[in-house]
């Protein structure tokens, strides 16, 4: 009788017990599920990095309950970072709190859908070839590594080239990119919820054409900027905003590129981006919103000036080993560099930060054909800055380069001193006058002797002389120097 009680009273209190858990285990999900697809969005920003990189603004207009909530947020990048999801309203009134957040990347695929279906039955549809007539049979996967294994009836099959048809979607499968977010609300209510990520597979970059007038003194500058997206996700009409500058991650994955398909935007008729700063990096936010697809790749106007004043330069640089040594013969002959150069300041109409990218030069012939002369790479260059382009070497114009004189002189055991003579041959083979820059890179501690033109120490290592050549016609820098080691 004691042993029934006792028993009885076990059992009351393993079954309240059981009650109370599972009430707990209740509470710990949400309590009403909400489906939020992409026709609930009202606005979408990006802000792109340089460095394949992206921060995404979502805002959409949801509908939930008071109370525990399951909010299924589709339709986002695939290449979202998890960890820096935010979801926030500003209605004061009605605050949520977040519980907890998972991000479901498994999409539905051939191969996905037989992993989550290991152990389980399917149906293996095969045809008739004589008759068209197709048969189910009854199969259970078995292993789908380096290929597909079923159980069909009491035989392995492999290699099978037959329709497989599934019971059902296993529910940790999407047909799309999707964060679900538990979270409470006091009220039940319509707003604006934001969810704010970074997320990779987003990337721009500048290209930049230049236009050179014809008589080499001016240049028109057109900027692009070619944003590409193979984040998994497509972004309509979104409001797209760029910064350049390097900003500083701590690097887990490597990102693989994918091909892409290019979309261009005509230049005309497009207003430009507005750009500010933000703490040390340059932000541009383009006027127009713009639609940005997977696996695209788009071209967008960012700004546009004209009439920039230009000027173009020849140029030639030594070595520091012609000074170090003597030879018996230097005899370098050599084609100058031509490079167009230009301030970006007020007075030539810029006075912006430019982002790094590459600049394309082009200029008309005598029938008014544009052409390609060249192209650089410039760096993130700052307002009032100078931007040199390199478009290549001069045809009709050459040097040669001799060594004349040298002489070792020991000045002390822990010095040496040298005196070497130079003498530097240009011949301008075009019909107009120029002006070469030679900038020779000198060693040590150095003094110029003697010279025929005159030079400029620019800076501790570096002496440049400015040399006038006429038409059709050569002329010759000669200088000595001593060096001391």
């Known amino acids: 009788m004691i042993n029934y009680f006792v028993n009885r009273t076990l059992n009351k209190i393993m079954s309240a017990t059981t009650i109370v858990l599972a009430c ?8 009403y599920t909400t489906t939020s697809a992409i026709d609930k969005q009202s606005h979408i920003a990006l802000t792109v990095y340089n460095n394949n990189l992206a921060l995404i603004k979502d805002t959409r207009n949801i509908s939930l309950k008071a109370g525990k909530n399951r909010l299924i947020f589709e339709n986002i990048s695939a290449k979202i970072k998890p960890e820096t999801a935010s979801l926030n309203t500003t209605n004061d009134e009605n605050p949520i709190k977040l519980i907890e957040q998972s991000f479901n990347y498994d999409l539905i695929t051939p191969k996905n859908l037989l992993e989550k279906h290991l152990g ?12 068209g007539v197709e048969t189910a049979l009854n199969a259970t996967v078995l292993s789908v590594t380096n290929g597909i294994v079923l159980q069909i009836g009491n035989h392995i099959e492999t290699g099978i080239p037959e329709r497989i048809q599934f019971p059902d979607v296993p529910d940790n499968l ?35 054409v230049a236009q050179i007038n014809s008589t080499e003194t001016s240049l028109n ?36 590129k994918q091909n892409f398909e290019r979309e261009r935007v005509s230049l005309a008729n497009i207003s430009q981006a507005k750009e500010e700063s933000l703490l040390d990096f340059h932000l541009y936010s383009l006027p127009n919103k713009t ?55 007020k007075t030539a109409n810029l006075d912006l930060p430019l982002p790094s990218g590459i600049i394309r030069s082009y200029k008309n012939d005598s029938e008014n054909n544009l052409q390609f002369v060249g192209e650089n790479k410039i760096e993130h260059t700052s307002k009032n800055k100078s931007v040199k382009l390199s478009l290549g070497k001069a045809f ?16 002390d055991k822990a010095r040496l001193s040298t005196k070497s003579e130079y003498e530097i041959t240009v011949k301008n083979e075009k019909n107009s006058d120029i002006t070469l820059i030679i900038e020779e890179p000198v060693p040590g501690d150095w003094e110029i002797l003697n010279e025929t033109h005159p030079h400029e120490k620019i800076n501790s290592s570096t002496a ?9 016609s050569e002329t010759v820098l000669v200088y000595s120097v001593k060096i001391e080691h």
Do not use: C, M
């Open 24 to 31: 707990l285990s209740t509470n710990t999900f949400a309590q």
């Open 120 to 131: 389980r039955d399917v149906k293996v549809i095969r045809t008739n070839p004589a008759t």
């Open 174 to 208: 999407r047909n799309k990119p999707t964060l679900i977010i538990d979270l409470e609300q006091q009220h039940s209510a319509s707003q604006a919820f934001d969810l704010n990520y970074l997320s990779t597979g987003l990337s721009w970059k500048t290209d930049y």
């Open 221 to 256: 500058l057109n900027a692009w900027v070619t944003l590409t997206n193979q984040s998994g996700s497509s972004y309509k009409n979104a409001q797209i905003q760029l910064v350049a500058g390097n900003v500083n991650q701590v690097r887990s994955t490597r990102y693989n």
């Open 291 to 345: 639609d940005i697809l997977n696996n695209q790749s788009k071209q967008i106007a960012l700004f546009s000036r004209t009439e920039i004043p230009a000027q173009k330069t020849y140029r030639i640089s030594g070595s520091t080993h012609y000074y170090q040594n003597r030879y018996a013969e230097i005899d370098r002959k050599d084609n100058p560099d031509i490079n167009i150069n230009f301030v970006n300041n």
């Open 396 to 411: 009709d114009i050459n040097t040669t380069r001799k060594q004349t004189y040298f002489k070792i002189k020991s000045k």
């Open 464 to 472: 440049q002389w400015k040399l006038p050549v006429s038409a059709n």
